[in-house]
């Protein structure tokens, strides 16, 4: 792109780095911003700073938090007996915003993915088998993405797991209410034939 | 959304008051930033706010400039008897990036458009006035877009121009280039068979 302006395109450059954002909507979004007020601006660029310098991680799940325990480990109704882990926070707000569940999580902060670098001794497995150890937890479910690299972090995690007496379940995979079987994949719908339920539960 | 960080809900918040960005969007964006060195994060913070703070616009033709006059009106190449009259930047760099134009700009800053509250006045329209009074302009081209909003602003641009010695075009509207007849709409159909040129021009 021609820019007339070696600010303009610094800014868009730095909007382009962003994940899913190529440099025309860039320039949409840096444009957008251009012409709001200062103030407006500032409160943007704010918003960001503030959050990375002064996010913490709750020292038991590792959830983002604003306090060094986030509110559903502090919260005394919920079930401190069932862990459920999850890749990051946006799984923990999807299930949050399900209402239904009562446990409390733990929050692995990735998967193990050999082709990004990234092994098991960069999540939060660790603190996980430590609150295992621990002794209150009675079941931990494995909510992992269903993708290849899931399925290895599954795998690892269940291996640590496995000796200590409690129940690891792995979340339902099946087809999606109102999803059609007749375009379901192959391997879905054999496992959701295998993984069959009783009528009425 | 459930958040679990007031930090984090006000980042999300300020991301998603970009324009095509939802809730969704800017959730990803913003633990995308998070997930970056502090320094990252800086520096895109950084970007956005010195844009907002040191950028100019050109005093000749309105343009985005970093001094006081753009790059194109200071080129001693450029042709300053022909100036196409653009609604943004974006327009300026869409035309810059054919290499086909060597005349110079005129940013009109936005579209009239009563719905919105912008009138004339809040459009840079006096500027353009005074340049062609002036007496080196002999053509001015209006690349406004074809839509309701550009048309408008086309149709009061042309009157206060219409007792200038000076020519005053637009750009040709029809069938783009690899577009298919059968596909076009009637509007366009209908105006590129009235302006046909003749063949080889």
New interface residues.
């Given amino acids: 792109?021609?820019?007339?302006?070696?600010?303009?395109e610094?800014?868009v450059?730095?909007?382009s780095?962003?994940?899913?954002?190529g440099q025309k909507?860039a320039?949409?979004?840096?444009?957008?911003?251009?012409n709001q007020q200062?103030d407006d601006?500032?409160?943007?660029?704010?918003?960001?700073?503030?959050?990375?310098?002064?996010?913490q991680y709750c020292k038991i799940c590792g959830?983002?938090?604003?306090a060094d325990t986030?509110?559903?480990c502090q919260a005394p109704k919920r079930d401190k007996s069932l862990i459920c882990l999850v890749e990051?926070?946006?799984d923990?707000?999807a299930i949050?915003?399900t209402n239904q569940y009562n446990g409390v999580y733990h929050v692995l902060g990735g998967l193990i993915s050999p082709m990004d670098g990234i092994g098991p001794s960069q999540l939060n497995i660790g603190a996980l088998v430590d609150r295992v150890r621990e002794g209150t937890v009675q079941e931990v479910i494995l909510a992992l993405s269903a993708t290849m690299e899931g399925d290895t972090t599954i795998f690892y995690i269940y291996k640590k797991l496995k000796d200590f007496p409690i129940k690891v379940s792995t979340i339902a995979r099946g087809i999606a209410f109102g999803g059609e079987i007749e375009y379901a994949d192959e391997i879905t719908l054999a496992r959701s034939i295998a993984t069959r339920v009783p009528y009425g539960v």
Avoid at 1 to 8: T, V, Y
Avoid at 27 to 34: E, G, P, Q, T
Wanted: charged residues 25%; contains cysteine; positive net charge.
């Fill in positions: 792109m021609n820019f007339s302006s070696r600010l303009l610094n800014a450059n730095e909007f780095k962003l994940p899913g954002i909507t320039l949409r979004l840096v444009l957008h911003l251009l200062a601006v500032n409160r943007f660029s704010e918003s960001i700073l503030k959050l990375k310098k002064e996010i959830n983002i938090s604003d986030c509110s559903v990051d926070t946006r923990v707000m949050e915003n």
